[in-house]
């Protein structure tokens, strides 16, 4: 939820509530089962990035929750990978 005064430049009550919910977002992410994933959530402006790589589409799922609980009324863009590092199930074919 949004208040008037929320948003503003850096420094500004609104910027300070913003970093606010920003470094209460990383707390939770890394104190959690998922501590240990490389995601890194940015304040930009008005704006929060979340970028990173993740081992599961369930992870993903996860911190996308997480996200929208703790930065609900805010404009939030999602830019997490999922990465499969298991190994291939059939050879490679360099023809």
């Given at each position: ?29 890394a104190g959690g089962p998922l501590g240990e ?36 009324g805010l404009v939030v863009h999602c830019d ?16």
């Amino acid at each position: 939820m949004t208040h008037p005064g929320d948003r503003g430049v850096s420094g500004t009550p609104g910027a300070q509530h913003l970093d606010y919910r920003v470094a209460h977002l990383r707390d939770r992410l890394a104190g959690g089962p998922l501590g240990e994933l490389g995601v890194r959530v940015e304040a930009h402006g008005d704006a929060v990035l979340v970028t990173g790589c993740v081992p599961s589409a369930r992870c993903r799922d996860d911190i996308r929750r997480i996200v929208r609980e703790e930065l609900a009324g805010l404009v939030v863009h999602c830019d997490i990978m999922v990465t499969d590092a298991s190994s291939p199930d059939h050879a490679e074919d360099l023809t």
